[in-house]
């Protein structure tokens, strides 16, 4: 059965994973395909099927698939040590790793933790910051401020970080939550305010936080300086950069960049954060494109001086089993080789450029795409009932399940998803590997223009 066969639920043959799926999304109304061979942007299911990895899975895939120099160093390193624990023993490919980050990252991340994911790299980051102020005689400070909505990642703190009000029956009064300010939005804004004035008024709500809870009571500011899925790919504007900066300057404040989705080169420099060199953050949290999906990887960027003070007083005394395998390191540094050999962060400027202005042309042929945001290769594109007044498609549409069938149907594998309970509006993301062409960009756009014909003509039935 393909996917254009099955029109609802109840058509569906039984769950596909088996009991696997209760561990994942359930409310699909089509069945996900079973993938089984994959190359560049492509993928293949059990049924032959072919599919443009339109959004690299999560946005993991930076390299492409299948690439053989990579599968040869993660063989090579598991035939020649396969691993020696980070507390009994010290290996090369950690050090070449984290060396090759940190000088890929430039003056202010001289040191690197590694982890096997994002939200692990983003716990090592609010972890060293604790252990930094309870061993620098600040143990005061235990706030962590977050952007409503926004993303940081699955294990319970992390969770608690995420500004996802739809999470609120599973933390009452459980688990460790940050304290909320508004994300700097550029889209749908409250009446009267402009993508300027509400950055301004984020940063007020910031700093009026930060004097709510008392200046020496907050650890550190985390944000996503290209959102993901919780904005739609939202960029905000350069002057909140400056204010986010000089507002934890001034309280002494940790400012943390979570780049686990936009950072590695996807938005056209290796750290977003370069796109703003008189802002820089404190802490650059790092995963996704680092692994490329070849091995789980994360990486922490710290300054030198932090780690070094704080290893002269009681280090940073967190590890997992998995920190620095080094299979994944070889497999990190054979990623980082591949990104240099095929100028891919180059490629993800020209080519981001290139999607973004083919995007905008079809909004003028489906007015129901709202917005198209983002930059690089991390577009996100917001679906809406009407592009004037912005008014979101009904809910009862399920508008992110629906595109992502019709991309199906047409040979887009698609990432989306409601989140927030739908509240900030619907989107999803165009994110193809770093390695894309002007030839396939130009194939993604003609399945995108099929996508969106179906998808519209469902609409318009619908209403
Ligand atoms: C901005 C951001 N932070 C953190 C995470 C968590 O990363 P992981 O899923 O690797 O734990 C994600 C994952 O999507 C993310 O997009």
Redesign the pocket.
């Known amino acids: 059965m393909s996917p254009s066969d099955v029109k609802s639920f109840a058509d569906t043959p039984p769950l596909r994973g088996g009991a696997q799926d209760v561990f994942y999304a359930q409310n699909n109304i089509v069945p996900l395909p079973v993938i089984t061979h994959t190359k560049g942007i492509y993928m293949w299911d059990e049924n032959g099927n072919e599919y443009i990895d339109a959004s690299s899975g ?2 993991v895939s930076n390299i492409g698939h299948g690439n053989e120099r990579v599968a040869d160093a993660m063989a090579e390193q598991a035939r020649q040590m396969d691993f020696a624990y980070s507390r009994v023993a010290r290996h090369q490919p950690n050090i070449a790793l984290t060396d090759r980050i940190a000088t890929l990252s430039g003056p202010g991340y001289e040191r690197v933790a590694l982890s096997s ?4 790299a ?1 716990e090592i980051a609010i972890k060293f910051v604790r252990q930094y102020f309870v061993a620098t005689g600040q143990p005061e400070r235990r706030h962590l401020l977050t952007c409503q909505p926004s ?4 294990t319970i703190a ?1 969770l608690g970080m995420s500004g996802d009000e739809a999470l609120g029956d599973f933390f009452d009064g459980f688990g460790m939550t940050s304290h909320k300010v508004p994300a700097p939005l550029t889209y749908r804004l409250p009446k009267s305010h402009t993508p300027e004035s509400y950055a301004k008024f984020s940063l007020e709500a910031l700093e009026a936080k930060i004097q709510e809870l008392g200046p020496n009571t907050v650890l550190a500011f985390a944000m ?1 300086p290209v959102g ?2 919780a904005t739609g790919c939202t960029v905000p504007l350069p002057a909140y950069f400056e204010g986010i900066r000089e507002i934890c300057s001034r309280h002494r404040i940790f400012l943390i960049f ?1 780049e ?3 950072g590695t080169g996807r938005t056209g420099k290796f750290l977003n954060a370069h796109y703003y060199p008189d802002a820089l953050p404190d802490i650059v ?1 790092m ?2 494109g680092l692994g490329s999906g070849y091995a ?1 990887l ?1 990486a922490t960027l710290f300054p030198a001086r932090l780690v070094d003070h704080l290893s002269t007083l009681t280090g940073f005394n967190f590890s997992h089993t998995y920190n620095a395998s080094p299979i994944t390191c070889a497999t990190g540094l054979a990623v980082l080789d591949e990104y240099e050999r095929l100028s891919l962060i180059d490629n993800a400027a020209a080519m981001g450029d290139y999607l973004r202005e083919r995007v905008w042309a079809l909004a003028d042929e489906f007015p129901i795409i709202g917005d198209v945001r983002g930059k690089g290769l991390l577009l996100g594109i917001e679906l809406v009932a009407d592009p004037v007044s912005k008014e979101p498609m009904a809910a009862q549409f399920l508008p992110t399940e629906k595109i992502r069938i019709h991309g199906l149907n047409n040979g887009l594998m698609i990432y989306s998803r409601r989140t927030a309970g739908g509240k900030y509006g619907d989107w999803f993301l165009l994110s193809p590997p770093l390695t894309i062409t002007r030839t396939e960009c130009d194939e993604l756009m003609r399945r995108l223009m099929n996508t969106m014909t179906g998808f519209t003509k469902e609409w318009e039935e619908y209403e």
Do not use: W
């Not at 994911?117 to 692990?120: A, D, L, N, P, T």
């Not at 993303?151 to 699955?154: L, P």
């Open positions: 999560p946005v994911g994002g939200s692990e983003m993303y940081h990642g699955s992390t996503e993901g899925l979570d686990v989705l936009c949290v995963a996704k789980p994360g």
